[in-house]
């Protein structure tokens, strides 16, 4: 079974829905990660959260936010869906630091109309 | 400002021919150094992480080479297969108490028989 699942995997919205994307992990690991990820382009961090009461945002946090609800649980919602948020979405968690290799889910991608 | 830059942003090349891919950075405090793989419309798999005091580190055909002190990193693939067809990733971690990683944008490496 994978360590870190995303659900949907597909999502097709149009414009101002509310979408939730959920992320579950099986691994233990206190650190968990959303990322977007468009054509052509590297990650960008969208929130992070390093265990259940701490949550951060990341470079690209406007337009969505996040629920740790447990440790393995970890949503990101689109408030209200704009088209350029269509994108790839990830979520990943991490070993505690020195190593903080991350370990990815399959990905959700996201249409918005 | 923490950057990481990759070249080349894509690169073909014919099976069974060896390869080798660049990573530049400016992060700093260094942590470690991580490559990963990132096939078409699935997450990142991790492939090596280095710290500082590591300078070369192999996983099967993969090879990453660290330099600290000019902030450069390459990755090596021996003998390539179709299924090295993929996204290569540099990832460069601070130690800077905040756990985030900078991703670079990748490269497009591309197998043909």
């Known amino acids: 079974d994978a360590d870190v699942t995303q659900t949907p995997r597909n999502r097709i919205t149009k414009t101002g829905k509310r979408i939730m994307l959920e992320c579950s992990q099986t691994?233990?690991?206190?650190?968990m990660y959303w990322y977007r990820q468009d054509p052509g382009l590297g990650l960008q961090l969208i929130y992070y959260?390093?265990?259940?009461?701490?949550?951060n945002k990341g470079e690209i946090s406007d337009g969505y936010s996040v629920s740790r609800q447990a440790q393995a649980k970890f949503s990101l919602s689109l408030e209200s869906a704009i088209p350029n948020q269509t994108a790839l979405y990830f979520c990943?968690?991490?070993?505690?630091?020195?190593?903080?290799?991350?370990?990815f889910g399959p990905g959700t991608r996201l249409t918005v109309l | 400002k923490n950057q990481v830059e990759q070249s080349p942003q894509s690169l073909i090349i014919l099976e069974g021919k060896n390869c080798t891919l660049q990573?530049?950075?400016?992060?700093?405090?260094?942590?470690?150094l991580r490559w990963y793989k990132q096939d078409t419309g699935r997450g990142p798999v991790s492939l090596t992480i280095m710290t500082f005091s590591e300078n070369t580190k192999s996983n099967g055909r993969y090879t990453a080479t660290l330099d600290a002190d000019t902030k450069q990193s390459s990755l090596h693939i021996t003998a390539s297969q179709l299924s090295d067809s993929a996204s290569y990733i540099c990832v460069v971690s601070a130690t800077n108490g905040a756990g985030k990683s900078t991703f670079g944008d990748g490269t497009t490496l591309t197998v043909k028989p």
């Open positions: 990943a968690t991490s070993d505690p630091p020195p190593t903080d290799t991350q370990y």
């Open positions: 959260s390093f265990d259940v009461k701490d949550i």
């Open positions: 990573c530049n950075y400016t992060v700093s405090p260094f942590s470690n």
């Open positions: 691994k233990g690991h206190d650190r």
